[in-house]
């Protein structure tokens, strides 16, 4: 169970690693024929062009294939054309050239150019590849003495007369003009050398190449079926080198033959002893039905048999079609090259040396390419399947085959291509070629694994822990990891299950006891490397001081045994290598101890507690005890527990797409005890289990997690660990959705929709982007459909994302589904024919194109009983159509209604009625007449009365008009920015008070609870254990991000719950911040490659998901240093200028609108003249009447006396630079009229009054003179009787009113000045006051958001900018303007904008509603600084659009220079950028209690605990980990109960 368990953890976590992030492809328009690696650029060949690429694909060069012109010798003298197709492609780097050979009438050849192929070098008629399409060929460089020719071989056209040609089928060409006989010549100095087959039908060639002084060439030959080698030594002549011709036959492979060869790869670098050649193919028996038809096997190929020349069975030299049998005459020269092999079939063969594999390495279904590289002393093969996966096996010097994992897998079945080749530059990536696509696949992802634990447990013979002394650690590929540094890698000799074993050994005396710990490393490097072992016990130091010093990879301890006690001992291994540090906790036990019947669990414990479990029997471990896993030495061991054998009969479905299957159906015998489900991959070392609900002990149900392409092993898991009754399920490729039929729908839904593609019947559901639930398929014969869903209050076409649904993943359809208003019917007539009744119904012509088969009809009897009308057809013509249907065999039958039915739509009909008759008609029309010309007449004189009172009234309107427009124009030229910039001491909220704004910016009381008292500031409060453990389980990166999936996919998680979850992990993660971001990048790439967000420009644009608020919270983390030392003053001031400016001009004290503002909606056009007023403010000091020296207070006559003590106040703050001491609703103010004070109260008896309600009493009111003096009281003055402020009335807005009238009718002789008609279009003019007042202050605030310091940008940004520049080079996003929104989106419009739009998260002030509104537009114009949109504006666009027009286009192009700099800046070290997330956290360590909102997080946990255990299992999340979440809720449950 231990092992088990471990394969489980190991497994996920290799599993994690997302190695499609940095793919690169390239798609063609032609299937990929043949390519090939240069040092610079790959070639690749389809039917019709040749490209060249660069490495990472990203510039292409597009060559057309030359039609190839021959004379035609029967009708001279016209000519021939034909196509050229490549068929071999030799890069032939020592001269910078690219050869290309292939197929026309009579074989063509070219030469180019290596660096640029549409230069043509040379090109000839000749025959080196074969001639006929589809046929084998073979061509590569092979070096002969100081010669580099072209080792081409091919087979002879079987077109008769088409050409000369020679039949040869291997020989040595030039590749240079000046070698003997020019160019592509196959000539020697006295003769032609060649090689030739005896039978050359379905002869095929595989491979060849040249590994030092020899020269192999592999090919499958029909006689018999058989695989065959040809190696030749290379001599100093094209002859010598041929006649050195020795053969073999590969045999492959155990109890099955496998007699064809499919690909093969040389293994490079010393193989092994005496300089043996390795060499690995993958051979088939032809047999596609077995599940291991295709094996990959190790051959040394370094000695073949006896040389032979005309003996051979199937092969000859020269001498094949020159030496002749005796008596054969003269004429047979005369034959074919070919007929005279068949001669020699009569002679007698030699026989062939049988060559049998070193090892058989892999089996798999379908393999069809291999690769193979050697690093250190591992063999990594690299494996293209027939079902487009590429499969990466590591092979140590035992030949012993790691855990193979799958690099890559297509959503099809695309064939891999034969051949694959390995970058020949950076050695890193493979290239594949999977039909017309070329793929560049790295191969490892070392740098994902950020640990040295990580590293190792990758498993993976590229990458090591590279431990530099003057650098960051890393995990690296070797050559990355530079000296002087060690790297250290997995050990050599083996595959382990752990990076640490122990062995406890008794000595002979019994006395002292020997512990064991091996680290399983191997280090490579001159860097020095520091190591240490500290064996602990609870209490001291468990080794003696005898001790050896410790030398890696072992560590031992020597012991007395009478520090084991009986039950056992603990012991704490701390392992020091270089920087890094490994604790181990062991349990010793005294190995005699572990007694009892043989069973499996018995042998676990035993060699778990490092103890030789042998002949069932536990002991002490001896020198000479091996080392093999607990698995395989507890196998055999019985469980010791007594159940019914499972029997599984069935699996439903057998056959499923690699994302999975929901809800499948396990049918058998004996299931009762049936605990979880395991499934193990034929190439799978790990283990992935999934538990069983709704067992019968007939049939259970359970989850078919993710996997790779082709058969797993299904079985069934016992209480006592075991796993019976094996079956086998298939993974197949991803169903794929092409077409929807049809592809309209109306808005009702429950149209029946065909869905086209792929791969249909792995398809649980479907899901509509409108309505996120699923939608169950019906799959038969082929087809799946399913009904639409409705879609609800449309009255135009609206367009429908559909996805496919399969297990846990939406797959979205290349096309998209229109809904349409519901069909309208109009109306209906029934006619009588014959024994039936006809019913024409009319309907509204639309774009549904409905069928007659989707409407049912039926007519309705005066009793309301139903019959129904059987269609007939359904008529179109312009605007209406007519559809027809007949009720059948009712002779005294009518109906009153009908009622029809679309899907989920149903109208009931009433019949069309019948037209008036003509003398009504005729009796009406006079009538109509004399009504309105009686009108007329009434209207025409009471028009002229009111003519010419509407004269007179706008003459008035006229000239009140004018005198608007033109004090407007006075305003805007007069305007001064004289607006106030020394505001004193900036009041900034400190950083918790300003972090839980934004974290929860409607308060409440999980913000309360997060911050820490200021009498907790101090005080590190030591959290429960609940809590504690909850902590530890988040810090789980597996955990946490299931845990996100999980609320994630629930429906009832509503926006407002994510946005509160995604704060509460910030609050709880916030003392480690590396980790935070390291969990917040992961969520984000699975954010990416979610089907929802196809569409990359709309990432990021709205708060919808944890992640996205995650990302809120840690900008404003990372960015509250730069807030408060750069943007907070000019933020500041900018907030002031506008208070300042707005209260230069009237404010509504009701409806809070302003005369100068920028905001339209905000803007008080409805306000009356004014005039500006000084005051002369007093302040009562004491009791006995004593006043303080005057304070001028600038003010209007308009305001109210609200309005005048709130100026008062600021007047007073900013001339002392501190509040005055009593607030706002505690004070009184008088006004000194002729000698004695009068008191000033909104509201007294004197008030003006409309209908109901009351008007606010301003100064002018009073008749409260400019320089008047002013006292101002506190409420507590003896003399004072208090009045309550009316803003605290419920119904403020409707008893009260100041500047604007209530909609009441009112005498205007009351108030002639007030009932003055206004314009709000006249008032325009004071948003550009506004604007011209705080334009400074806008730009100074702009250019600091977006200017760098030192052209250096704040590290969070340069870090999420580079990370956004990652992510969209490893999704091949080619489109700049994609980056740039995504980025506008992080930054601007996540962060600034809330920032902008709400100071009072920054400083400790009140944001009126006046000033959010002029915020809004300024934040507005900001924004539209970063968008790549140009829109021309227009005057029915609004203002707040039209007031920055001018300037957006410079903060355009100065926001362009500022995304541009980022880019340029040199990227941020990720170790500085990890200390400064430590100093953040480090800074705010104690300011917010984690425990609560570990508590509130812990909520969630228990609302959707079984979803959180699911999503684990789908994920394959270890066991150890599904037991932590359980402990964790038992702790807080306990907690609850107490």
């Not at 934004?998 to 913000?1007: A, C, K, L, N, T």
């Not at 708060?1103 to 003053?1129: A, D, P």
């Not at 992510?1367 to 992080?1386: A, C, F, M, Y």
């Amino acid at each position: 169970m231990i092992y088990e368990m471990r394969a489980v953890f190991w497994g996920v976590l290799l599993a994690c690693v997302d190695w499609s992030r940095a793919q690169e492809n390239h798609t063609f328009d032609g299937d990929v024929r043949d390519f090939a690696i240069g040092d610079s650029s790959v070639y690749v060949v389809t039917d019709d062009r040749l490209f060249q690429l660069n490495h990472d694909f990203t510039k292409v060069i597009k060559r057309d294939n030359p039609n190839v012109v021959y004379p035609n010798q029967e009708v001279p003298p016209s000519d021939e054309t034909y196509p050229f197709k490549v068929n071999i492609l030799l890069p032939f780097i020592k001269n910078k050239t690219l050869i290309t050979c292939g197929t026309t009438k009579c074989g063509y050849c070219e030469i180019l150019d290596l660096n640029e192929i549409s230069k043509s070098v040379y090109s000839e008629d000749i025959e080196v590849g074969s001639l006929d399409p589809g046929d084998s060929a073979i061509g590569f460089i092979v070096d002969v003495g100081t010669n580099s020719y072209i080792m081409a071989g091919r087979l002879p056209s079987r077109v008769r007369k088409a050409c000369a040609n020679s039949g040869q089928l291997l020989d040595l060409r030039n590749t240079l003009e000046g070698q003997h006989g020019g160019i592509f010549s196959n000539s020697d100095k006295s003769t032609t050398p060649y090689i030739d087959a005896r039978q050359k039908e379905k002869f095929q060639f595989v491979d060849g190449f040249q590994s030092n002084s020899h020269i192999y060439v592999f090919s499958n030959v029909p006689k018999e079926r058989q695989v065959r080698l040809l190696r030749f030594k290379s001599e100093n002549s094209k002859t010598n080198t041929l006649m050195s011709l020795k053969d073999a036959t590969l045999k492959c492979c155990g109890n099955m033959e496998r007699r064809e060869l499919l690909s093969s790869s040389v293994i490079q670098g010393s193989g092994g002893l005496h300089g043996q050649v390795l060499w690995a193919g993958v051979f088939t028996a032809g047999n596609t039905s077995d599940p291991i038809n295709t094996v990959l096997a190790i051959y040394n190929i370094s000695s073949t048999g006896p040389q032979h020349k005309d003996n051979d069975p199937d092969f000859c030299y020269q001498a094949c079609a020159e030496t002749l049998p005796m008596g054969t005459t003269t004429n047979v020269l005369r034959l074919s090259v070919t007929r005279i092999c068949m001669l020699f079939q009569t002679l007698p063969k030699g026989t062939t040396q049988d060559l049998h594999p070193e090892a058989v390495v892999f089996r798999y279904s379908s393999m069809t390419s291999v690769l193979a590289v050697r690093h250190n002393s591992w063999l990594v093969f690299f494996i293209g399947t027939g079902d487009g996966q590429l499969i990466k096996l590591a092979v140590d010097k035992a030949y012993k085959s790691a855990c193979a994992r799958v690099l890559y897998k297509s959503d099809d079945d695309r064939r891999v291509f034969p051949k694959m080749h390995l970058d020949p530059v950076d050695h890193k990536h493979v290239y594949m070629a999977l039909r017309n696509q070329m793929m560049r696949v790295p191969v490892a992802q070392c740098s994902e694994h950020k640990s040295l634990k990580d590293c190792w447990s990758a498993q993976d013979p590229f990458c090591g822990w590279c431990e530099s002394e003057n650098k960051k650690s890393r995990c690296s590929f070797q050559d990355d990891c530079l000296q002087p540094s060690a790297w250290i890698s997995i050990s050599e000799d083996s595959q382990q299950q752990n990076m640490v074993s122990y062995q406890v050994e008794k000595s002979s005396s019994g006395e002292k006891i020997t512990l064991t710990v091996k680290v399983h490393l191997n280090v490579h490097g001159t860097g020095s490397l520091t190591s240490a072992c500290i064996f602990l016990t609870r209490n001291d130091h468990l080794c003696d001081r005898t001790n050896p010093a410790p030398a890696l990879p072992r560590c031992s301890c020597l012991f007395s045994s009478d520090q084991l006690p009986a039950e056992g001992l603990n012991v704490t291994v701390e392992i020091q290598v270089g920087k890094q540090n490994l604790t181990e906790n062991l349990m010793l036990t005294n190995c005699s101890n572990n007694s009892g019947p043989p069973t499996s669990a018995l042998c676990s414990q035993c060699m778990t507690a490092g103890c030789s479990w042998s002949n069932d029997v536990c002991s002490w471990t001896t020198r000479s005890a091996n080392s093999d896993p607990i698995q395989d030495v507890c196998r055999p061991s019985q469980s010791g527990m007594n159940y019914s054998e499972p029997v599984i009969v069935s699996i439903v479905p057998s056959v499923l797409s690699f994302h999975g299957r929901n809800h499948a159906l396990m049918t058998g015998k004996n299931l009762h005890h049936v605990t979880r489900v395991r499934i193990q991959g034929r190439m799978d070392c790990s283990l992935k289990e999934s538990p069983v609900w709704n067992n019968t002990g007939s049939s259970l149900m359970f989850h078919i997690p993710i996997g790779d392409k082709g058969s797993v092993s299904v079985c069934a898991v016992l209480p006592d660990g075991r796993c019976l009754g094996k079956v086998t399920v298939t993974y197949g490729s991803s169903p794929s959705c092409t077409g929807l039929i049809p592809s309209t729908t109306w808005a009702s839904g429950k149209r029946k929709i065909k869905v086209q593609g792929s791969q249909l019947e792995f398809v649980e559901g479907v899901v509509h982007d409108h309505a996120p639930q699923t939608i169950q398929t019906k799959y038969s014969s082929g087809t799946l459909w399913y009904h639409t869903p409705p879609f609800e209050h449309i009255n135009q076409p609206v367009t429908s994302t559909v996805s496919l649904r399969v297990a846990n993943q939406t797959l979205a359809c290349s096309s998209q589904l229109t809904y349409h208003p519901d069909p309208e019917f109009t109306s209906y007539t029934a006619i009588k024919t014959g024994n039936d009744l006809r019913v024409t119904i009319e309907k509204s012509a639309d774009k549904l194109n409905i069928a007659t088969e989707e409407i049912l009809v039926f007519g309705v009897q005066e009793e309301n009983q139903d019959v129904e009308c059987v269609m007939d057809t359904i008529e179109k013509s312009n605007g209406t159509d007519s559809v027809i249907c007949d009720i059948k065999n009712t002779p005294n039958f009518n109906i009153k209604s009908v009622r029809i039915r679309v899907g989920n739509f149903t109208k009931k009909l009433l019949p069309k009625q019948a037209v008036p008759s003509l003398l009504l008609i005729l009796v009406l029309i006079p009538i109509i007449i004399v009504v309105i010309v009686g009108a007329v007449w009434y209207s025409y004189i009471k028009q002229r009365k009111m003519a010419a009172q509407m004269d007179k009234q706008l003459e008035l309107l006229e000239c009140d008009i004018r005198n608007d427009i033109r004090q407007g124009f006075v305003d805007m030229q007069t305007e001064k920015c004289d607006l106030i910039e020394n505001v004193g001491a900036i009041p900034f909220l400190d950083y918790k008070h300003f972090a839980s704004r934004i974290f929860f910016p409607d308060g409440g009381p999980v913000m309360t609870s997060c911050i820490k008292d200021i009498g907790q500031d101090t005080v590190k409060g030591q959290p429960d254990e609940s809590c504690q453990a909850l902590s530890r389980l988040i810090r789980d990166q597996v955990f946490l991000t299931s845990f996100v999936h999980a609320l994630e996919e629930q429906k009832n998680f509503n926006v407002k719950e994510k946005c509160a979850v995604a704060s509460l992990l910030t609050v709880s993660l916030h003392g480690d911040l590396p980790y935070m971001t390291q969990v917040m990048e992961e969520l984000l790439r699975a954010l990416m490659e979610q089907p929802s967000n196809s569409q990359p420009k709309l990432m990021l644009r709205r708060t919808e998901s944890i992640v996205e608020k995650l990302l809120t919270n840690w900008m404003s983390i990372c960015l509250y240093g730069f807030l408060r030392e750069s943007v907070g003053q000019p933020l500041f001031l900018l907030v002031c200028a506008l208070t300042q400016q707005m209260s230069k001009g009237p404010v509504d004290s009701v409806t809070e609108k302003a005369l100068y503002t920028l905001n339209e909606d905000w803007l008080l056009w409805q306000a009356q003249d004014f005039s500006p007023m000084r005051l002369q403010v007093l302040f009562a000091v004491g009791t006995d009447g004593e006043v303080s020296e005057p304070l001028e207070v600038s003010a209007l006559d308009c305001d109210t006396v609200e309005q005048v003590k709130e100026k008062i106040l600021l007047a007073f703050k900013t001339k002392f630079g501190f509040p005055y001491n009593t607030p706002l609703r505690q004070i009184h103010i008088e006004y000194e009229k002729d000698e004695s004070f009068v008191p000033l109260k909104e509201v007294d008896a004197s008030s003006g009054v409309l209908g109901e309600v009351t008007m606010l009493n301003t100064l002018k009111h009073y008749k409260v003179p400019d320089g008047a003096s002013i006292k101002v009281l506190s409420k507590t003055h003896p003399s004072l009787s208090p009045q309550s402020s009316l803003k605290g009335d419920q119904n403020y807005s409707t008893k009260y009113f100041h500047l604007i009238d209530p909609d009441i009718d009112q005498d205007q002789k009351k108030n002639p000045e007030r009932k003055k008609l206004k314009l709000k279009e006249v008032y325009l003019t004071k948003l550009l006051s506004t604007k011209v007042a705080v334009h400074s202050f806008v730009e100074n605030l702009f250019r600091t958001i977006w200017g760098t310091p030192n052209l250096k940008a704040p590290p969070a940004i340069k870090y999420f900018f580079d990370f956004l520049d990652a992510q969209g080079e490893s999704k091949r996003i080619n489109d700049p303007d994609v980056l740039h929104i995504w980025k506008t989106n992080s930054l601007p419009l996540r962060f600034w904008v809330n920032i902008l739009k709400n100071p009072q998260f920054v400083f400790d002030m009140e944001k009126t509603p006046p000033l959010d509104g002029c915020l809004s537009v300024i934040a507005q114009a900001f924004m539209d600084s970063f968008s790549l949109a140009e829109k021309q504006l227009g005057k029915h666009d609004p203002t707040n659009k039209l007031l920055y027009a001018k300037d957006i286009s410079q903060y355009k192009k100065e926001v362009r220079a500022y995304y541009k700099q980022v880019r340029d800046q040199p990227p941020i070290n990720s170790s500085e950028f990890k200390e400064f997330l430590h100093e953040e956290s480090k800074k705010h360590e104690n300011e917010f209690n984690e425990s609560a909102a570990l508590r509130e997080l812990y909520k969630y946990m228990q609302r959707y605990f079984d979803e959180i255990k699911l999503k684990l299992d789908q994920n394959g999340a270890p066991v150890e980990l599904k037991e932590q979440l359980q402990h964790v809720k038992s702790l807080f449950d306990s907690l609850n109960c107490s």
